[in-house]
């Protein structure tokens, strides 16, 4: 989805270097913006994502008043390069000197990166979550599912009036009873139509997984609205006979829907603004630092954490469901849908083992408020096995300050990003409102 961008001028009027700069912005980022008529600096504003000065004049300086009354995000670019012009430096600094902050591009792809984002800004207005759950918090292992914010209302509110997300909410006693109903025949026949390494699994976890995956999809067919989905999977176990774990790798396939384990609508956002904007791998997954000792051991079943070569307070175990987490097979080097590890699943159950590549990853969440956006580079180092456990193949990732992630780190459950992503994280935290937290 385009984002809609409305062209500011200054007084008395547009002239000849304000039209030129307007043309070779949309000459340049035609395809990720839709550019509105111009108005002048001051006037009402049409329904938009942001506002876009082609031209900065000395008159800003004498116009602060007018550029505090804009509520959208400024973008300023005034070179035909698509970028801002070292001329406006000063100009910049001074409106961010006197609380006006704008995003000011230094190079063509932060531009585009700033006009995708303000697209996905746009796209989440008109987007649904669609999550599955009865009584969340009552069933497996309550005690621990109680404790988590995504439930509580005021988290529904705060993804609505921050985002514009609206949340759909449905049984998921009938989404499993729906699924069992689904003939054998029929499921057979629908998963040999997919390339899915399952041999450890056998063919009635395997059908199984696929009838879940049928449900869904009938489920999401009634609204196109709908682009993410999560289920109550762990907590409310008990109203199916296996896991959605495949279903969430399939349709991402086939139509990018996002995916939610465990029905985190917290995660799900992260997921949908970051993987939207960005386009790089994603997935959830739960962290185990190794500096937070016999409580991440127990919770894994593990007697020690990996050896590491340096720095074992700055490593961090990650690891959900058994293996690393959900990750669909076009993000994997490795993939395959194995038997379900955790003890408050089916047996019949099911899990990815999959692994990404190795090298440059970003962690982040958002906060609680939806105010701020956490971030924290590291490097995958590698992939650790522990049988018997609840870590049967988890990651090793070395961040820059374990001891600092320890102090503000938002969730167990934390996004994880294959690359280095810092910088154009910090243009989309812009573009969303949100303070970048860098730990």
């Known amino acids: 989805m385009k984002a809609r961008v409305v062209p500011l001028y200054f007084d008395p009027g547009r002239d000849e270097n304000f039209d030129s700069q307007l043309t070779a912005i949309g000459r340049l980022f035609g395809e990720q913006v839709d550019l509105l008529e111009p108005v002048s600096l001051g006037t009402a504003l049409p329904e938009a994502e942001a506002v876009i000065f082609p031209q900065i004049l000395g008159q800003a300086f004498q116009q602060l008043a007018a550029f505090k009354s804009i509520t959208l995000p400024i973008l300023i670019v005034t070179s035909e390069f698509g970028t801002l012009a070292m001329w406006d430096w000063e100009i910049v600094e001074y409106l961010r000197s006197n609380g006006v902050q704008s995003i000011a591009p230094y190079s063509q792809q932060q531009t585009e990166q700033v006009l995708k984002a303000l697209g996905v800004k746009r796209a989440l207005r008109e987007t649904k979550f669609l999550v599955f759950q009865d009584d969340p918090g009552e069933g497996q292992q309550a005690s621990i599912f109680k404790r988590f914010y995504w439930w509580e209302e005021e988290c529904t509110q705060r993804l609505m009036s921050k985002f514009g997300i609206e949340i759909v909410k449905r049984s998921f006693r009938e989404l499993g009873a729906e699924a069992k109903a689904i003939s054998n025949d029929e499921a057979n026949e629908v998963g040999r139509q997919f390339t899915v390494p399952h041999l450890d699994l056998g063919e009635q ?101 990996p050896e590491v070569d340096s720095e074992p307070e700055n490593h961090v175990l990650v690891a959900h469901c058994g293996y690393m987490g959900v990750i669909p097979q076009s993000f994997a080097t490795e993939w395959k849908l194995d038997k379900k590890v955790l003890a408050i699943v089916d047996d019949n159950a099911s899990a990815i083992d999959a692994r990404i590549p190795t090298g440059d990853v970003t962690l982040a969440k958002l906060h609680p408020l939806m105010d701020k956006l956490t971030v924290s580079e590291g490097q995958l180092k590698g992939y650790a096995q522990f049988p018997g456990s609840d870590c049967l193949n988890g990651g090793v990732i070395k961040v820059n300050d374990g001891r600092r992630l320890m102090d503000s780190v938002a969730s167990h459950h934390y996004l994880l990003l294959v690359g280095n992503h810092i910088e154009n994280i910090r243009l989309i935290a812009k573009v969303f409102d949100l303070e970048l937290l860098n730990i």
């Not at 109203?239 to 139509?255: H, I, V």
């Not at 996002?258 to 993987?275: F, N, P, Q, R």
């Open 205 to 305: 976890g395997y059908r199984s997984a696929v009838k879940l995956y049928m449900a869904l999809k009938r489920r999401l067919v009634e609204d196109n609205a709908f682009g993410a989905a999560g289920i109550n999977c762990l907590n409310e176990s008990h109203f199916s006979d296996t896991t959605p774990c495949l279903a969430w790798n399939l349709l991402y396939q086939e139509t990018g829907l996002i995916w939610g384990c465990e029905a985190d609508t917290m995660s799900m956002v992260t997921k949908y603004l970051l993987h939207k904007s960005l386009d790089a791998p994603i997935l959830m997954t739960n962290l185990y630092p190794f500096l937070l000792g016999d409580a991440a051991l127990k919770h894994e079943r593990i007697d020690a954490f």
